[in-house]
Structures are given as structure tokens and as C-alpha cells.
């Protein structure tokens, strides 16, 4: 059974649609979080929920909106998509905001055409 | 939290020990180093990490120098399969608060193992 799972891995749209990226863990987890890889591969931290609570909202635009409907989801929503959307999204889960080891899914290649 | 300076390559005969340094000389008291490494088009996952002593587990060993201000990631016996981006992050312990609690990644080391 895959740990953090992230639906879809490929998602090519067109500016301005509206699009969600799903995850589930399947770990118990308390903590999840929302990571973007650019196209120069660096890898910074957008969100984190921990118990269905956001505690970290780095410097994303309102345009992208986490909803967590228990703790074992987090899921994206991004309105108005824009050229430089296109990223590679990660989930990720750790067992509380301490937690030693966060579990990263498989990654959703988002493309805006 | 503190930046990290690791070389931007680095290549390795397969099953030789890879040994892959980085510099954290303005690391804190309450700051861990972490290893974390990215196999194409995967996932980051968690290798190991310490915080003054040094630690091994089932993948890696991690040598932290005695004035933390540096350290270095060995894999025993590198294989095909390890090649890599390796992240090395200093990370603040818990009672920093849980907002900077939270993993930072620099650009790492893109580790190839050679046949």
C-alpha cells in the first residue's frame, strides 16, 4: 500500500482553469504538507496542516487554497492557473509537527498551457 | 535556519563508499542535520539525521564534526540505485515552535553512482 498518495501525477490545463491535486496518507499521521519543485528542481514548503489546522502558510498566492477534511487529507485547489504554476506538487506526511521523517508521495507534474 | 553548502556533483565507483560532505558553520545549538536524498522523478525520502553525535542506520552512516559545523553522509556501498539528489537541511528541534519546524532544501549534491 503506498504511504502518501497524490492524485492526479499528470495534470496539463490551460491558463486560468480552476484544478485540485488530491493526497491521502494512509499512516496515521497527524502533520501533512504541500511542497513545489520549480523547474530548477528547488524544493520549498507552500503549507502545512497539523490536525487538520493550518501552521504554516509560506508566501503563496491566495490563488491556491489547501482544505483538509480530516487528517488523513490535504488536498490543492488552485484558481485561475497561470504559466508559472507549472511545478512539480509534492505531498508529504510526518507523525506530528515534530516528527522526525516526513513520507513525500510521488509528486503531481502540473503543466499550464 | 542555517544554510548549507554541499558540492553540486559528485560521482562514485559502484560499491565504493560514497562519502558526501556539507558545510553548516552557522548551524544553531537547537538545529538538527538531516539527509534526505531524490531519485528521479520520485519523492524526497528521509535518510538519517543527528545532532552532535554520529549516527547509522540501515542506509547511511552520518559523521558530525565535533564543532557541528560540518558533515558528511556515507553510504557503505553504493549502488546504481543510490543516484541521487542528496539534501543535507539543519532543521530547529520541537520547542522552537511548530512553525519552523519545517524542512528548507537547497540544492543538494547530484550523487552518480558509475558502473
Known amino acids: 500500500d503506498t504511504a502518501v498518495s497524490q492524485t492526479p501525477k499528470y495534470l496539463v490545463t490551460q491558463m486560468g482553469n480552476d484544478k485540485s491535486i488530491k493526497c491521502e496518507q494512509n499512516?496515521?499521521?497527524?502533520?501533512m504538507y504541500w511542497y513545489k519543485q520549480d523547474s530548477k528542481k528547488f524544493l520549498k514548503i507552500m503549507f502545512s496542516?497539523?490536525?487538520?489546522?493550518?501552521?504554516i502558510n509560506e508566501t503563496v498566492p491566495n490563488r491556491f487554497s489547501p482544505k483538509s477534511p480530516d487528517k488523513a487529507h490535504l488536498n490543492l485547489h488552485i484558481n485561475s492557473l497561470e504559466l508559472g504554476d507549472s511545478a512539480v506538487y509534492f505531498c508529504?506526511?510526518?507523525?506530528?509537527?515534530?516528527?522526525?521523517?516526513?513520507?513525500f508521495g510521488q509528486g503531481t507534474r502540473l503543466t499550464v498551457v | 535556519d542555517a544554510k548549507t553548502t554541499q558540492p553540486p556533483s559528485m560521482d562514485c565507483a559502484e560499491g565504493r563508499a560514497a562519502n558526501l560532505p556539507c558545510n553548516h558553520s552557522t548551524i544553531s545549538g537547537n538545529e538538527y542535520v538531516y539527509w534526505y536524498r531524490q531519485i528521479h522523478s520520485q519523492g524526497p525520502q528521509y535518510i538519517i539525521h543527528?545532532?552532535?553525535n554520529n549516527e547509522t542506520n540501515e542506509m547511511a552512516s552520518l559523521i558530525i564534526t565535533e564543532d557541528r559545523k560540518s558533515s558528511t553522509l556515507i553510504l557503505p556501498h553504493a549502488t546504481l540505485r543510490d543516484t541521487a539528489v542528496y539534501y543535507c537541511i539543519v532543521r530547529k528541534i520541537a520547542y522552537s515552535g511548530a512553525g519552523s519546524y519545517q524542512l528548507t532544501f537547497g540544492k543538494g549534491t547530484k550523487l552518480s553512482v558509475i558502473p
Open positions: 508529504a506526511s510526518s507523525q506530528d509537527w515534530q516528527g522526525t521523517e516526513a513520507f
Open positions: 496542516y497539523n490536525n487538520k489546522e493550518l501552521i
Open positions: 499512516l496515521g499521521h497527524d502533520t
Open positions: 543527528g545532532l552532535k
